[in-house]
């Protein structure tokens, strides 16, 4: 089936130790979305890539940026993680279906949950 | 781009109807509406998506005034494997980019 995959589902990193999150995607889809979700809260989009145009938002920290090495893979590094950077994070994409009907559905991979000791 | 809020919870019992609303009163013309379903520890589930007037599938409705101002899903005959975060989301195409907003959530809570 085609879906949404990240890799590790649990990742422990320390203060400071750079860490990178994957997201593949058997989709074909040219937009690829990261999220960011705390606790109890709504998920938060840090960026996303429309095919190789890469997109932040506005209060996205420096102290994360994404590489998107082709159409199928996107990765979120995190330069100096901090205690308030544990969270959920969620890759998501979204395109074309393969009928060629343009759509705005977001599909989710499953989530990677950073912690930060 | 639409700030989106919603109930924070609701509590429904098996075989009700339920109906969650969302409230994007800055809603964009290119903007669409989608709900997601999300399980603790799991990714959104997508449940539904609209522009306006109304959409059904064969697992909700999505009612979309003509204002587009909010929208509401709707569950027919919940069961309790329908308890669950849902949020809305709002946003689409924005000028060769895209922009998203979460709505705040509204955990659903079925009971027998």
């Known amino acids: 089936d085609a879906m949404v995959i990240q890799n590790p589902r649990y990742q422990v990193t320390q203060f400071g130790k750079p860490v990178t999150l994957s997201c593949s995607q058997t989709?074909?889809?040219?937009?690829m979305y990261w999220y960011q979700q705390k606790s109890s809260q709504a998920p938060k989009l840090l960026f996303h890539y429309y095919d190789k145009d890469f997109n932040n938002e506005a209060d996205t920290p420096d102290n994360f940026q994404s590489r998107r090495p082709n159409t199928s893979f996107c990765f979120l590094d995190i330069r100096s993680p901090g205690l308030g950077d544990a969270a959920m994070y969620l890759c998501a994409t979204s395109g074309l279906q393969l009928t060629g009907k343009g759509t705005y559905e977001q599909y989710f991979g499953p989530g990677t949950r950073l912690t930060v000791t | 781009l639409a700030k989106t809020t919603q109930p924070i919870s609701m509590d429904s019992y098996e075989g009700q109807e339920v109906n969650i609303t969302c409230s994007h009163n800055?809603?964009?013309?290119?903007?669409?509406i989608t709900w997601y379903q999300q399980f603790p520890s799991q990714g959104p589930r997508f449940i539904i998506q609209g522009y306006k007037t109304k959409v059904t599938n064969e697992v909700a409705s999505l009612f979309i005034p003509a204002d587009r101002k909010s929208s509401t899903l709707s569950l027919p005959r919940v069961s309790l494997s329908d308890t669950a975060v849902y949020y809305c989301?709002?946003?689409?195409?924005?000028?060769?980019?895209?922009?998203?907003?979460f709505g705040t959530g509204t955990r659903l809570k079925v009971l027998a």
């Open positions: 800055n809603i964009a013309t290119n903007d669409y």
């Open positions: 989709l074909n889809h040219n937009v």
């Open positions: 989301l709002v946003g689409g195409p924005d000028g060769g980019t895209y922009k998203y907003i």
